[in-house]
């Protein structure tokens, strides 16, 4: 989701939809996580911890699958955000505790040089034409990745109506300083259903599958305190 909506907001979206489990997945980052595991787990509905990278124009999706892959993707956006690491480097194609959900056809084509390749998922978003579009034509052209890459189908959404198209507007000409005039309408994905086209993947993993890997929670019961590694001087 990349809209004007809260997270109790979306939480109750996932409720009226009748979903049990639910992403969230910020920019570069983790700011919404722990007011999002609460709201999930007080509706029984399972709270998936992951980040939206972003590398210049690269862009991947990755989703902890247990503790460890919590600590490990914590580590990723520090390298992402303050080391200036490129994504194609921080992200190691075989780590077991994490989901990597990409489209993007230049780190595709790197990480298909691996001889182990467990982490990684081509991510079609199945709301959005376009891209699932671009994404076809790359895999048409690269059997080798269409046949290597099992994928997790994606549903992007702007809002949840027509309602708020204006309200969506206005909150992303500030963002990317523009006129609203200038946002193109094909820019805007508003939600319709949940249903997912026929896709010509070899194998293609359900949410649920994903979900029943990822068994990562946060415990509020425990105080946790960082740990800084200090350098030698």
């Given at each position: 989701m990349k809209g004007v909506h809260s997270i109790s907001e979306l939480v109750e979206f996932a409720i009226e939809q009748n979903l049990k489990h639910l992403c969230l997945a910020d920019d570069n980052g983790l700011y919404g996580a722990v007011e999002f595991s609460i709201h999930c787990q007080k509706v029984g509905i399972t709270p998936l911890i992951g980040v939206e990278l972003t590398d210049g124009h690269h862009v991947v999706i990755v989703i902890a699958r247990n503790k460890e892959g919590y600590q490990c993707l914590s580590k990723i956006i520090t390298d992402v955000q303050v080391n200036k690491v490129r994504l194609v480097d921080v992200l190691k194609p075989d780590n077991k505790t994490l989901f990597i959900l990409c489209n993007n056809s230049f780190l595709l084509s790197r990480w298909k040089k691996y001889e182990n390749i467990g982490s990684i998922y081509l991510a079609p978003i199945v709301s959005d034409r376009k891209a699932l579009q671009s994404l076809l034509t790359f895999v048409s052209r690269s059997p080798d990745i269409l046949h290597r890459f099992p994928a997790i189908p994606i549903l992007l959404l702007n809002i949840f109506s027509e309602h708020e198209v204006n309200l969506y507007k206005v909150m992303q000409a500030?963002?990317?300083?523009?006129?609203?005039?200038?946002?193109?309408?094909?820019?805007?994905?508003?939600?319709?259903?949940?249903?997912?086209?026929?896709?010509?993947?070899?194998?293609?993993?359900?949410?649920?599958?994903?979900?029943?890997?990822?068994?990562?929670?946060?415990?509020?019961?425990?105080?946790?305190?960082?740990?800084?590694?200090?350098?030698?001087?």
């Open positions: 500030i963002v990317q300083n523009r006129t609203v005039s200038s946002l193109q309408s094909e820019e805007i994905i508003v939600f319709k259903d949940l249903s997912v086209p026929l896709l010509p993947f070899k194998h293609i993993v359900s949410s649920q599958e994903v979900a029943k890997r990822c068994t990562f929670q946060f415990d509020f019961s425990k105080y946790y305190f960082p740990r800084f590694v200090l350098s030698e001087t």
